[in-house]
């Protein structure tokens, strides 16, 4: 909702998760991609027949002179699209779940390593600390409320700045708002 309504927004996502291009009167410039697998034969690059990745569709973007590139929920190899798109230049920003910013950073490295032999822990590292900035982790909780119904509560439990650091360790984070005995980030 805070990104300007005359802004050019691209997602990209293994599964519409999002929605953004079906909100027209709120984001009016939102073109979505979605990854498809493939099925049946597989082509002389060993890919099935009608694949589409999220690195394509990233690569496809490029063209449409963007504002913001959003890559959708992180869970695995996806991750190198959401670096690429971070280190283009354009606003962008992604989504995955840990339980905090630091296990974030350990998760990220994680599905980037699962991308191939090709991406060691150092290279990893190199280029998350290189392209992620800020870091917001939100909590969530399901409180009793006094008439006995259950709500689901979210609120920010941490805001950390990313940047690169001493070779063992690979980045340092600065802890802008961090957990309170409350629960809310102070």
């Known amino acids: 909702a805070q990104i300007p309504a005359d802004e050019a927004i691209g997602t990209f996502e293994t599964e519409y998760e999002l929605h953004l291009h079906e909100l027209p009167d709120v984001h009016p410039i939102v073109h979505a991609w979605e990854a498809r697998p493939g099925s049946g034969e597989r082509g002389p690059d060993g890919r099935q027949a009608g694949e589409f990745s999220i690195d394509e569709a990233l690569y496809d973007s490029f063209r449409f002179n963007l504002s913001r590139q959003i890559v959708g929920e ?5 991750v ?12 962008s920003l992604s989504t995955t779940h840990a339980a905090n910013a630091e296990a974030c950073i350990r998760k990220l ?3 980037a390593m699962e991308a191939g032999s090709h991406v060691n822990r150092d290279l990893a590292l190199e ?9 917001v982790q939100l909590s969530r ?3 009793q409320l006094p008439d006995g119904t259950q709500q689901l ?4 439990s941490e805001v950390v700045v990313v940047e ?3 070779r063992e360790k690979g980045y340092a ?5 961090g957990p309170d005995s409350s629960g809310p980030a102070a």
Do not use: D
Request: charged residues 25%.
């Open 74 to 78: 992180v869970r695995g190899r996806e």
């Open 80 to 91: 190198l699209a959401m670096i690429k798109a971070m280190e283009s230049g354009t606003g």
């Open 109 to 111: 490295v994680t599905c």
């Open 127 to 135: 280029k998350l600390s290189g392209c992620l900035e800020v870091i």
């Open 141 to 143: 909780q399901v409180v």
């Open 153 to 156: 509560r979210r609120w920010v």
């Open 164 to 166: 690169p650091g001493e």
């Open 173 to 177: 984070l600065t802890h802008l708002f």
